[in-house]
């Protein structure tokens, strides 16, 4: 369910107890109580009127939120299968497409620091989020790769040359682009691999075993996927002879 719902936030309207929208804040509870597992909002600014308008997208299945993340390319797709064309041949999305819904994903500022004026106590208001200004951040060159020295036949690791401190970001300026596979193409490469010609001779079986080792699997957004940071794949890195094409390739892939 899609609603209207007022005019949109900005970062100095009041909580929503104490706005004149404070009827907005009733009708989400109410959605969640009558069982909605998912509620968003999102703004648009385009329809003409003197500020942006916020809409309200209710969903029954937590399943959902796997297309609403969905990547440009797959929601325009969706739109191309399911949309009907018009008597002249062209499309009837003359003001929606996939780029379009990627600015949907997430609620806008105003939207969020309104929702953490009426609750301050949620974690992520607490917390926020992004990149925490106060923190260290220790450049790569303060990290070394040789062989362990706790014993033989243990293979190289990374190690400190100097003390970290805790809670420290480590390379922060090239850990941001990992490789990120959505769960459309997580479900792809898995339907491949089912194929033994595409697992054992198109690096399906070194790319699952790549992606076990060194990867991280989530499933905050229902449908299993999975990241891959560059700092974890330091190790594979320096066993293979080409490891600075390795870097670049993934960096490259990260940012696509």
Same mark, same amino acid.
């Given at each position: 369910?899609?609603?209207? %719902?007022?005019? +949109?936030?900005?970062?100095?309207?009041p909580?929503?107890?104490?706005?004149?929208d404070k009827?907005r804040?009733?009708?989400?509870?109410t959605? %969640?109580?009558l069982g909605f597992?998912?509620?968003?909002d999102?703004?648009?600014?385009?329809s003409?009127f003197?500020a +942006?308008?916020?809409?309200?997208a209710a969903?029954?299945?937590f399943?959902?939120n796997?297309?609403?993340?969905a990547?440009?390319?797959?929601?325009?797709?969706k739109?191309?299968?399911?949309?009907?064309m018009?008597k002249s041949?062209?499309?009837?999305?003359?003001?929606?497409?996939?780029?379009?819904?990627?600015?949907?994903?997430?609620?806008?500022?105003?939207?969020e620091v309104?929702?953490?004026?009426?609750?301050?106590? %949620?974690?992520?208001?607490?917390?926020?989020?992004?990149f925490?200004?106060e923190?260290?951040n220790?450049p790569?060159s303060?990290l070394?790769v040789k062989t362990?020295?706790l014993?033989?036949?243990?293979?190289r690791?990374v190690? +400190?040359?100097?003390?970290?401190?805790?809670n420290?970001?480590i390379?922060?300026?090239?850990?941001?682009?990992?490789?990120?596979v959505s769960?459309y193409?997580?479900?792809?490469s898995?339907?491949?691999?089912?194929i033994s010609?595409v697992?054992s001779?198109?690096y399906g079986?070194?790319?699952?075993?790549?992606a076990n080792?060194y990867?991280h699997?989530?499933?905050?957004?229902?449908?299993?996927?999975?990241?891959?940071?560059?700092?974890?794949?330091v190790?594979?890195?320096?066993k293979?002879q080409?490891?600075q094409?390795l870097?670049?390739l993934l960096l490259? +892939?990260g940012?696509n």
């Open positions: 369910m899609i609603s209207q %719902v007022g005019e +949109a936030n900005s970062i100095t309207s909580s929503g107890e104490f706005s004149i009827n804040i009733k009708f989400i509870e959605l %969640v109580s597992s998912t509620v968003r999102y703004e648009e600014s385009h003409g003197d +942006a308008w916020q809409f309200v969903f029954k299945s399943d959902n796997v297309d609403w993340f990547n440009s390319p797959m929601i325009d797709l739109m191309h299968q399911r949309g009907m018009l041949g062209g499309s009837p999305f003359h003001h929606f497409d996939g780029v379009t819904m990627k600015s949907f994903r997430y609620p806008s500022k105003g939207s309104a929702f953490c004026r009426l609750r301050p106590d %949620v974690k992520d208001c607490k917390n926020g989020h992004g925490d200004p923190r260290h220790i790569m303060s070394e362990s020295s014993g033989e036949n243990v293979g690791g190690f +400190a040359k100097r003390h970290i401190p805790q420290s970001y390379g922060l300026d090239k850990l941001i682009p990992p490789i990120y769960p193409a997580y479900d792809i898995t339907e491949l691999n089912k010609l697992y001779n198109f079986k070194k790319l699952e075993t790549y080792v990867g699997y989530f499933s905050r957004h229902v449908s299993r996927r999975f990241l891959l940071l560059l700092l974890f794949l190790n594979f890195c320096c293979s080409n490891s094409k870097i670049s490259f +892939a940012r």
